[in-house]
């Protein structure tokens, strides 16, 4: 490189770093006061509590894909009988057992006698 | 320890910490304060848009704040730097995209009747209008010269001339070498002087 390069180099560098603080210099007054609030808001930020537990928001966020992958990917799952009130009492009102009800009171004493004779084992 | 004895040191952990808290945010008040009007300057070179820059500076501060407050002073600039550089990347990538997007939509008419009575407003610093063409003719040739070296140069560039980071700094803002600096900024300078050598002549 030469020397009138360099001394271009310097005028160009100089020249621009005149134009660039002018422009600065010469920023409106609304933008400004937009900067101004920008820094506010920045500021905010040290008086607000540190949010430590957004920390392990992408690992509880992974942990729970992977779950759900876990899951999706096991395939169905085996039907378990479901033995809730309703359907036993669906299963009583069906046609087929309605012998069941008329015998209500034998069942009521087989169970009785059951009980008391484990009451006699233990 | 009693018990008044342990209300007087959590006091005075509290009182500690919100003196430590008040210094802090008077020393990012002032860096931010000489700071601002620079980089909205630098990021508007990057995206050519004031109020897109504006948000980058914004997001800028914020993110400098909230995750390098326990960070030196000194460290400040170049950090702050590189999250508006990053900021700045990011605006182009999601530009791109967004046009890509936008190609399969047919463009809306634009409004050309918008007055901007701040844009028309005089000069704060007192400029005369013929003054001020000179300055913004200069800055706009200047500035689209700048606009159009490759990204890196540019960033060098910008960060050495106009923010006046050293190299070190400049290249912790860039998130590269010291080698890649100067490289990019000797680049930078060389194709500036091809595209404005001719007005020194």
């Known amino acids: 490189m030469n020397e009138s390069n360099d001394k271009l180099d310097a005028r160009i560098t100089a020249d621009a770093k005149q134009a660039f603080d002018q422009s600065v210099d010469g920023l409106d007054a609304a933008t400004l006061s937009r900067l101004n609030r920008a820094r506010q808001a920045a500021l905010e930020e040290l008086t607000k509590p540190t949010r430590h537990w957004l920390q392990w928001m992408p690992a509880t966020g992974l942990a729970a894909a992977v779950l759900l992958a876990v899951f999706a990917f096991r395939g169905p799952a085996e039907i378990d009988v479901i033995n ?22 034998f069942y009521s004493w087989l169970v009785t006698q059951e009980l008391e004779g484990d009451s006699d084992l233990g | 320890m009693t018990a008044g004895t342990v209300n007087f040191a959590v006091s005075c952990d509290e009182s500690q910490t919100g003196a430590r808290t008040l210094h802090q945010a008077r020393q990012f008040d002032q860096f931010l304060a000489e700071v601002e009007r620079r980089a909205l300057r630098i990021a508007e070179m990057g995206v050519r848009d004031r109020d ?111 923010e006046g980071l050293n190299v070190a700094g400049t290249a912790v803002a860039m998130g590269c070498s010291e080698g890649s600096v100067k490289t990019h900024y000797s680049r930078a300078i060389h194709a500036l002087r091809e595209k404005l050598g001719e007005h020194y002549q």
């Open chain 2, 52 to 162: 897109e820059a504006l948000d980058l500076v914004q997001d800028a501060m914020i993110k400098l704040v909230r995750n390098y407050s326990a960070r030196r002073s000194e460290e400040w600039a170049p950090l702050f730097y590189r999250i508006l550089q990053n900021g700045v990347r990011d605006w182009h990538r999601r530009q791109a995209v967004r046009r890509r997007v936008m190609a399969w939509f047919p463009k809306a008419k634009s409004d050309d009747n918008d007055y901007d009575a701040i844009a028309a407003a005089p000069d704060p610093a007192g400029r005369t209008p013929d003054e001020e063409l000179q300055n913004s003719e200069a800055m706009r040739d200047m500035e689209s010269a700048v606009h159009e070296l490759p990204t890196r140069q540019r960033e060098a560039f910008m960060l050495r001339t106009f």
């Open chain 1, 84 to 105: 809730t009130p309703a359907s036993d009492l669906e299963i009583l009102l069906s046609e087929e057992n309605i012998e069941m009800l008329e015998d209500l009171e």
